[in-house]
């Protein structure tokens, strides 16, 4: 036995007493490597290459139309465009915030809900914003960081991972020196079950970011953006984030100017039902009761049924009130002047569902044809032709279609590839290195289609033949 007592006991006392010197030396270490890094950063920082950087008011962005020039001319190749920092005190006083009120988010309804909340978390409704981590995060990386090149040589994207922090910059080589620009990702739209798109807060500003993720084709640049011209500066407005999200408090007259402790991610509950506070209170306080103080859409009339679904599914329109506004229930025409009838989606992404739905002569000889004669916005239903082939059947005996007699029951199962055919919708494009891609979205003018026809009977022929 030694005299000290028993080794281990000396290490640990050993080490204790070097702590201090070993914190010392560590943060030493800390403090050296991150001026390190900010020193050979700050050398790089793209904002020192004046020619390059354009600082663009949100406000101006659209009237002066700049980013447009650069985008459209051989000048704007190879440069970065970058927005103005404004502090919320530059405007004399603070901002004027639009507020909506009565809103608890989708975990406070699942403690009475418990059932449709389960199922709905799976939708790309509650998907189609969030912030980022491993799981909401589709756009893909091999090794923690990935180089997009673009048209312009020496100009091309890097997206990377750090410690569950997403990041995209841009890099530009000049004078055999890479001078970079990084921002952090801070929100991810879309569910990724076509892509994705990020956005970015300077400030308490709200940016789109210059590269999106597109299914099956991969980093692609955002739509409407132009390849090899850098632009981290168009700002999100309050439209884009309504239709992707419940809630989120803009600023009047501040392009994108929102309180980010408001928004409620992902289009959930209270976008269709209206808000839930009154509600929860109520039935908290009074558990055996009949329901209070929340719009159950499915018995409201069709068209104020259909006007919950229309605020994002009916293309693009103009705001006559505060894009956050419009409770279910109220009649849509006030919110919103449709600037389309149905043929083109005009500037929004959508694939028109609504105008499409509504030249079908199911809609026109039916009463109660709505959204949810078809749609369970409670599950994610996605590539079930037989579910939805049963929606047709609450109406149409498979015998009442001319195919019956030759086909037979087997169209039972989809009705929808002959009558629903998809296609490709020209506004919902993304333009990328080789292409403009995106899938094709199912067209909701239910109609007697020969081509579509034709095309199912020849898969069907071939599926046998393969069998
Ligand atoms: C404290 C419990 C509780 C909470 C929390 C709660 N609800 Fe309810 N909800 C009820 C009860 C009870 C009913 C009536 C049940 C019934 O009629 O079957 C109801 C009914 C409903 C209905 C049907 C309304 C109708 O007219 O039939 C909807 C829609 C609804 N809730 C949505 C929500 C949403 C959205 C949230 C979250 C914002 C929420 N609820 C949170 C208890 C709750
Ligand atoms: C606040 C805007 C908003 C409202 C209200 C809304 N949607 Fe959507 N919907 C979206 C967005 C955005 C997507 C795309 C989600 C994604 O993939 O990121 C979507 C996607 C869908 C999809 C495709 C789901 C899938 O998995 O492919 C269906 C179906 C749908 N919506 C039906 C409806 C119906 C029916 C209603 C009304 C009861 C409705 N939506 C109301 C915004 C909305
Ligand atoms: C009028 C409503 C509306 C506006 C405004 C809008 N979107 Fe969308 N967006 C949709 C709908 C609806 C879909 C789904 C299209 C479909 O599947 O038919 C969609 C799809 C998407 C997708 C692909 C989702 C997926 O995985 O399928 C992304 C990404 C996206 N939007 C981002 C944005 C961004 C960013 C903005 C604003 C700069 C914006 N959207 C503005 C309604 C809208
Ligand atoms: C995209 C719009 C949309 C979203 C998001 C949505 N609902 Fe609904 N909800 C509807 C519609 C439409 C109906 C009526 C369906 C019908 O009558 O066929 C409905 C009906 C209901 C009902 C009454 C009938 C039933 O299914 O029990 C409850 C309760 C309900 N929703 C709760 C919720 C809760 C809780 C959430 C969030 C976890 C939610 N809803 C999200 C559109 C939505
Ligand atoms: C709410 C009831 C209802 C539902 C659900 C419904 N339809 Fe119809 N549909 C009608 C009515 C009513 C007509 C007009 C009378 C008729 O031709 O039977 C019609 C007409 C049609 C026609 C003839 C169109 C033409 O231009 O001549 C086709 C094809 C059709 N439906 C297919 C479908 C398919 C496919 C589905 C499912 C995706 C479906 N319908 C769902 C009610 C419905
Ligand atoms: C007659 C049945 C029917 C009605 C009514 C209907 N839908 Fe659909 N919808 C479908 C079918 C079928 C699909 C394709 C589902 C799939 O392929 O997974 C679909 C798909 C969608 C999609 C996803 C588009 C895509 O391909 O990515 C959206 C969004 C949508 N519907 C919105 C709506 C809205 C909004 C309404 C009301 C205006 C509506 N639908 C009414 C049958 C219907
Ligand atoms: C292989 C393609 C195909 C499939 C699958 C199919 N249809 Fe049809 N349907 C047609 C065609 C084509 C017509 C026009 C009549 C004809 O030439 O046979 C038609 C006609 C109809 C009509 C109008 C009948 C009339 O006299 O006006 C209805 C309603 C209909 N189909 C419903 C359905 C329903 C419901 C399903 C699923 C159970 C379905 N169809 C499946 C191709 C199809």
Known sequence: MLPWGKPEKVCKLMMLKQRPLLLTLLAVAII???????????????????????????????????????????????????????????????PEFQREVGFVGPDVCKECHEENYSTFIETAHYRTSALPNDRTMKGSLSDSSELIQTRVNPLRYEVSEKDGDY????????????????????????????????????????????????????????????????????????????????KMDFARRKLNLADRHTMILGVTCERCHGPGQKHVEFHRANPDAASKHIVHPGLLPRERMNDVCSQCHSGSSKLLQPAYSFRPGEDLSKYRKFTTNGEKAGGVHTANQFPRLRKSKCYQSSDTMSCATCHNPHRNERDRPDIFSNRCQKCHQPEACGQFSTLGQKIATNCIDCHMPKKMNKSITFDSDDADAFNQVRDHFIRIEPAATAEVIQRWKTEKQTK
């Open 32 to 94: 050296a490597a991150v001026a390190f890094f900010f020193v050979s950063r700050s050398g790089n920082s793209i904002t020192e290459l004046e020619d390059v950087v354009r600082y663009i008011e949100p406000e101006a962005y659209y009237v002066t139309g700049a980013h447009y020039k650069l985008a459209t001319t051989p000048a704007g190749q190879g440069k970065v465009i970058l927005p103005r920092e404004l502090d919320v005190g530059e405007f004399g006083k603070e």
């Open 167 to 246: 990041y995209q910059s841009v890099l530009l080589d000049r004078d055999g020196k890479t001078w970079n620009h990084q921002q952090h990702v801070d929100i991810v739209t879309g569910s990724g079950k076509n892509g994705q798109s990020y956005l970015f807060w300077q400030k308490d500003r709200l940016y789109q970011l210059p590269i999106s993720w597109l299914k099956g084709v991969g980093w692609v640049n955002s739509p409407g953006y132009t390849d090899g011209l850098a632009n981290f500066a168009r700002p999100v407005r309050d439209d884009c984030m309504a239709c992707h999200s419940t």
